[in-house]
């Protein structure tokens, strides 16, 4: 059983290097979850880990123990709304933007673990292709965890993994038989470039999208730090962009700098000088 002590030290060590808040009473997660970075540094159990922490905290030891408590959950086609509403409304928006600016249609993952949320996107995009007409797409999957990450470029998921959201013709249409279960086939690595990013700093320079996918990330932030995010996400995008948070996420009492698009129930967000020039354009 982890010590009061030992969960707090380790607590704010993840609040401080992931921006990941527990709060009280997560003991399970981290005992679940840290045996295997147990195991990979030589320490019997988390008392002789913090122990050592406390004397001295070497990088790799703390971006392992950050990347085993923040490895969250996917699937493919999460919640299904948001990619509906993707490929029905935004998207088409979009590509009638880019197509009028003569520019790439560029595409944000933030918090992609193992990439089936990119993936999802790309055989959407697969699909769209007739509408693109030769116009340049760039899918950039972002995440904090190196391990998530390997994952996510390798493609390959298991039995039970492509049960979970994968449509059984986009399973045969966009993966191949493996001995570890299915792999993406090329056709969908082409528009995506996977990066190791830490939502907590600055984001790279240049860091413009015209839709961005934030979900089911936010929520395991403090105020301070959600707001801060968010603000930095909005910067980041071309006018007229979106931005895809949870079902379970908003901006209400946290920022002003993103607001729901109004009779969108699925969470896409725009700046609101954006979504004033929507409405007045409609109305011309």
Same mark, same amino acid.
């Given at each position: ?9 380790? $607590? ?12 009280? *009473? ?15 540094? *030589? ?67 933030? $918090? ?26 760039? /899918? ?76 089911? /990330? ?14 930095? /996400? ?5 006018? *007229?962009?979106?931005?895809?948070? *949870? ?38």
């Amino acid at each position: 059983m982890i010590s009061a002590d030992d969960y707090a030290f380790l $607590a704010h060590m993840l609040k401080q290097h992931s921006g990941l808040s527990l709060g009280a *009473g997560k003991e399970y997660l981290i005992e679940s979850r840290l045996p295997a970075v147990l195991s990979a540094f *030589g320490h019997q159990d988390i008392t002789t880990l913090v122990r050592s922490l406390r004397i001295a905290a070497p990088p790799q030891i703390v971006k392992s123990i950050c990347d085993a408590m923040t490895t969250g959950e996917t699937l493919f086609f999460r919640d299904s709304a948001p990619f509906t509403i993707l490929q029905q409304q935004v998207l088409p928006e979009a590509i009638d933007r880019v197509r009028t600016e003569g520019r790439p249609l560029r595409i944000w993952c933030a $918090a992609c673990s193992t990439g089936q949320e990119p993936f999802s996107i790309a055989m959407i995009l697969a699909q769209t292709e007739p509408a693109l007409k030769g116009i340049r797409v760039e /899918v950039v999957a972002t995440d904090f965890s190196a391990q998530a990450l390997s994952r996510a470029k390798l493609g390959i998921y298991n039995q039970f993994e492509v049960q979970r959201g994968l449509p059984v013709q986009l399973l045969l249409k966009f993966f191949r038989p493996v001995p570890e279960g299915f792999q993406i086939v090329p056709e969908l690595h082409r528009h995506i470039v996977f990066k190791e990013i830490n939502l907590l700093n600055p984001f790279p320079m240049g860091w413009q999208f015209d839709i961005i996918f934030c979900r089911n /990330v936010l929520i395991y932030f403090d105020l301070a730090t959600k707001r801060d995010i968010l603000e930095r /996400v909005a910067k980041s995008l071309f006018r *007229g962009g979106s931005v895809f948070l *949870g079902g379970t996420e908003s901006t209400l009492g946290i920022t002003d700098s993103l607001a729901r698009v109004p009779g969108q129930a699925s969470g896409v967000y725009r700046r609101p000088s954006d979504i004033v020039a929507t409405r007045t354009a409609a109305v011309a």
